[in-house]
């Protein structure tokens, strides 16, 4: 049996220790929130309790639909076919199906062809470290076309990557298409996504009862500071944390191994022993950040759960939760978010909620016509700087791997998810195909 401590309790974090008990492990994990979830975390807007940020699960999402099994709420999944959205040129489009394609008023016959010729090559494309040697504008430009580009791709990428989009592979726009496939591809032929009744509270709740019973320590409002390697005590592992109380000392405890999930910067600096060569690589990973409004109405937006926009608005999409969740799980309310992904040193995070409100709410008044202000019962602001790696060119290559230099040390996160995007999914998958490389009897 290994003492093993687990630095970040989001999905990979609370994954990993589920595991590790189950190997038999002593594990403590240490959360600087109050809360557990990271990403996933939930919070009160209203009445109500649900997640600070969105999240939707597919039926392909097998590894989501493992673990919730595993946690016995599998019966708790609500499985909708939702509709999609456009904001172009001033207008609120449907773009749900085929015909709905066909007909979108932005682009001529001709570059509807490209683009959808565009989509359906990349879903099929396999060699996706091929498409890290290459620019996304450039590969987007050349399928689908200049004015395609300029038109749906470039406005999509700037909304999701900033300017980071110019150094941005390939490989970014593949992993995302592989996704949206997958959503269609169940079986079904419908875009079914799930969500599990009580959100992720739910989940959360009985993840922490579930790790308690098999022994898991959580320790909650506890940051890390370092984690050092030392030969003159009974284990290897000194961990010094802080702990957000009124005793300020730092406490000091002793593990075997450590497993930190936290960003990789962050990871650089609590890890005082790293070569200076993985210091430089952790580093150099860029993240993209993101300020996300969640606005609780009394009227919905639109029945779209998902509207992408192609103007210029002060948020990056419009997510509209009531279009997939059941209103009633909002207290007969809608719940929407908006989304504005930014780099992490943007002048956005020093700005007031006030100003973000207004710009923000002053934006659904010129989208929406029947949209008004009075309507909003509740509006929180969630800033988060690190949200995911941009994947530059040649990233995977450039990549620490998650075993360190320093005995018993691994950094596993985000940044090592090359060939997919950002989700609850794929960070249980991380999870669970690291453990298999390296924890296995």
């Given amino acids: 049996m290994k003492n093993i401590a687990i630095i970040g309790s989001g999905f990979l974090g609370l994954t990993l220790a589920l595991r590790l008990a189950e190997q038999g492990n002593q594990v403590t994990i240490f959360e600087s929130a109050n ?46 076919e939702t509709k999609t959205g456009f904001y172009t040129d001033g207008k609120l489009v449907s773009m749900s199906n085929t015909l709905e394609f066909l007909k979108f008023p932005p682009l001529d016959l001709i570059s509807k062809f490209r683009l959808g010729g565009t989509i359906f090559y990349a ?13 996304v504008e450039n590969w987007l430009t050349k399928l689908s076309g200049k004015k395609t580009f300029e038109k749906m791709w470039n406005p999509l990428l700037k909304a999701k990557l900033g300017e980071a989009y110019k150094e941005t592979s390939a490989a970014f726009i593949w992993a995302t298409i592989q996704r949206m496939y997958a959503a269609r591809n169940s079986g ?21 009862e579930v790790l308690q019973e098999k022994g898991v320590e959580i320790k909650l409002n506890s940051k890390v500071l370092a984690t050092e390697f030392t030969e003159n005590t009974e284990r290897n592992l000194k961990v010094t944390y802080s702990e957000n109380s009124v005793n300020s000392v730092n406490s000091v405890a002793e593990f075997d191994k450590a497993i930190l999930t936290c960003p990789s910067n962050i990871a650089a600096q609590i890890c005082p022993q790293l070569t200076e060569s993985e210091r430089i690589k952790l580093s150099n990973i860029k ?22 926009i192609t103007d210029e608005t002060p948020f990056t999409g419009i997510i509209e939760m009531s279009a997939l969740v059941d209103k009633k799980e909002f207290g007969g309310n809608a719940l929407i978010y908006l989304p504005k ?46 949200v995911f790696p941009i994947p530059t060119l040649s990233y995977s290559r450039n990549v620490p791997p998650p075993k360190t230099s320093i005995d018993g040390v691994y950094i596993v996160n985000s940044a ?26």
Avoid at 123 to 135: F, G, M, Q, T
Avoid at 287 to 308: D, E, F, R, W
Wanted: with cysteine; aromatic share 14%.
């Fill in 188 to 208: 079904l032929k419908k875009e079914m996504f799930g969500y599990i009744r009580g959100g992720y509270a739910k989940v959360l709740q009985r993840f922490a």
């Fill in 35 to 80: 809360e557990i979830g990271g990403l996933a975390s939930v919070w009160q807007i209203g009445d109500i309790t649900w997640d600070k940020h969105y999240h939707v699960t597919l039926l392909s999402d097998s590894f989501t639909r493992k673990i919730v099994g595993e946690l016995g709420l599998q019966k708790e999944f609500e499985w909708v």
């Fill in 287 to 308: 993240y993209q950040g993101i300020v996300c409004a969640s606005l609780l109405t009394k009227k919905s937006l639109s029945p779209y759960y998902v509207t992408n």
């Fill in 341 to 386: 992904y930014v780099a992490p040193d943007d002048e956005l995070f020093y700005q007031t909620d006030g100003k973000i409100k207004e710009k923000f709410i002053s934006a659904l008044e010129k989208m929406y016509p029947h949209f008004k202000r009075e309507d909003v019962v509740e509006f929180k602001i969630s800033r988060v700087r690190e």
């Fill in 123 to 135: 879903a099929r494309v396999k060699d996706w470290k091929a498409l890290e040697k290459i620019s």
């Fill in 416 to 441: 090592q998810i090359t060939n997919g995007t950002l989700n609850v999914n794929e960070t249980i998958q991380l999870a669970e195909r690291f453990l298999e490389a390296n924890f296995t009897k």
